[in-house]
T-cell receptor, first 112, second 113 residues
Framework: EDQVTQSPEALRLQEGESSSLNCSYT??????LFWYRQDPGKGPEFLFT???AGEEKEKERLKATLTKKESFLHITAPKPEDSATYLC?????????????FGSGTRLQVQP | DTEVTQTPKHLVMGMTNKKSLKCEQH?????MYWYKQKAKKPPELMFV???????INESVPSRFSPECPNSSLLNLHLHALQPEDSALYLC????????????FGPGTRLTVL
């Protein structure tokens, strides 16, 4: 059974204080690992897809990396508008199920 | 364009009411999903439609009835819901390859009185 564990559950940063969020996963054949941002009461917003170990993606202050067991979302010099819940999800290959298994998320608060 | 739309944004209903949630996408995606999300929890899969046919039902109670009238539209019919069904209901879609991200709609906030 696929498992996704995110840490920490909550993170409070000062504006400009860089940090990393962790997503550890267990899946039999990774089709893709996805990062989403979710604001309260809204649907998840797609950020990145990673397919294979060693892959990296960047967007503004965010950078996602992938190894065979975990993914990191690095936030460089965050701003208050980066405050949100960040969700990691994996899609298992081979079954064609196409469903995602989500982690519980990291609630990020960036204070000015 | 990666937009998935959902209506209504908010819905309040009594336990004896019948209501429907609507989801629409115009990205040519052929797989669509319904998720349920409770506060401070990740989305939980309810149903998957692939090429307009129900392919996955995650043991969802029959008071939730999905429908896919065409490849762009997904409905969720609600009847005799319980207060514990109050949640954010999310629709998502994915491209024909089955790989790549799911794109989510903004959700419908449902409150059952």
């Amino acid at each position: 059974e696929d498992q996704v564990t995110q840490s920490p559950e909550a993170l409070r940063l000062q504006e400009g204080e860089s940090s990393s969020l962790n997503c550890s996963y267990t899946v039999s054949g990774l089709r893709g690992l996805f990062w989403y941002r979710q604001d309260p009461g809204k649907g998840p917003e797609f950020l990145f897809t990673l397919y294979s170990a060693g892959e990296e993606k960047e967007k503004e202050r965010l950078k996602a990396t992938l190894t065979k067991k975990e993914s990191f979302l690095h936030i460089t010099a965050p701003k208050p508008e980066d405050s949100a819940t960040y969700l990691c999800a994996v899609q298992e290959g081979g079954t064609g199920r196409r469903a995602l298994t989500f982690g519980s998320g990291t609630r990020l608060q960036v204070q000015p | 364009d990666t937009e998935v739309t959902q209506t209504p944004k908010h819905l309040v209903m009594g336990m004896t009411n019948k209501k429907s949630l609507k989801c629409e996408q115009h990205m040519g995606h052929r797989a669509m999903y319904w998720y349920k999300q409770k506060a401070k929890k990740p989305p939980e899969l309810m149903f998957v439609y692939s090429y307009e046919k129900l392919s996955i039902n995650e043991s969802v109670p029959s008071r939730f009835s999905p429908e896919c009238p065409n490849s762009s539209l997904l409905n969720l019919h609600l009847h005799a819901l319980q207060p514990e069904d109050s949640a954010l209901y999310l629709c998502a879609s994915i491209g024909t390859s089955g790989s790549g991200p799911q794109y989510f709609g903004p959700g419908t906030r449902l409150t059952v009185l």
